[in-house]
């Protein structure tokens, strides 16, 4: 034994081999967040929802302008509306790990206004995402119609029927869609700045650098 690793000896060499305790602290380890780090599951959900939102941005711009002869007319909504659910549940999730996980520090050279100004940012952003997902299925089911996802399963309808919901639901989603974008566009500009002006750790740490 030596320190905490098994030694063996095979006929030629020497063999270490790391006890699955310690396998299993460090995948632990690696996967969760630290004080000053970002673990891989938080840099996961992150990257992940931000392509998310940005390509269904894109496809939901694209798609209300399609007609019905188009290819896409039912595809692309189908698949906006199943991949918003998933986002969801994806969000839901995120929380979940966010709040039984210890979340890294603000970097010490950041000032006591940018961390207010990037906590509230954030949770902005989480907000908005809610805001966006419930108007889309506001829509989705004005008409009392459950929303199908991936053709896997239905979300039943449960609040339709309101006068005009299917248009004000409609109206808000673009609204909250915008300043979805239009907040994460700021937010990646200030983690730019913080990696090409101030030379610090924020956006390297959101990397896994
Ligand atoms: C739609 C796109 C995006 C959304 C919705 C989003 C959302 C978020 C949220 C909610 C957090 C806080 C995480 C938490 O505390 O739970 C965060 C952190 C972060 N994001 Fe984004 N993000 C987006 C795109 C980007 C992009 C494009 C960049 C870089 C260019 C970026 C860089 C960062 C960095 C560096 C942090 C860590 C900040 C810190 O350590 O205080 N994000 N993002």
Not at 9 to 36: D, F, Q, R, W
Not at 46 to 72: C, E, K, P, R, S
Not at 165 to 174: C, K, M, N, S
Request: positive net charge; glycine residues 6%.
């Amino acid at each position: 034994m030596i320190g905490t690793w098994q030694c063996y000896y095979l006929p030629h060499e020497m063999v270490y081999i790391m006890p699955l305790s310690i396998y299993i602290k460090t995948v632990m380890t690696a996967l969760g967040n630290s004080h000053n780090h970002w673990g891989l599951v938080a840099r996961l959900f992150h990257w992940l929802t931000a392509f998310i939102v940005l390509a269904m941005f894109i496809l939901g711009l694209w798609m209300v302008d399609l007609n019905y002869y188009h290819q896409w007319y039912k595809t692309a909504p189908d698949l906006h509306k199943s991949a918003g659910i998933s986002l969801f549940a994806f969000t839901l999730l995120r929380l979940i790990w966010r709040f039984t996980h210890l979340t890294p520090s603000p970097l010490a050279s950041h000032s006591a206004f940018e961390v207010s100004v990037a906590r509230f940012t954030h949770r902005l952003l989480y907000l908005l995402l809610f805001g966006l997902m419930l108007s889309g299925y506001l829509i989705s089911t004005a008409d009392g119609r459950a929303l199908d996802v991936f053709k896997l399963f239905e979300i039943p309808a449960i609040i339709h029927g309101i006068d005009k919901q299917e248009d004000i639901a409609g109206t808000v989603h673009l609204i909250l869609a915008i300043m979805l974008i239009s907040i994460a566009l700021l937010h990646a500009s200030a983690a730019l700045k913080h990696h090409f002006i101030d030379k610090d750790r924020t956006l390297k740490r959101m990397l896994g650098l």
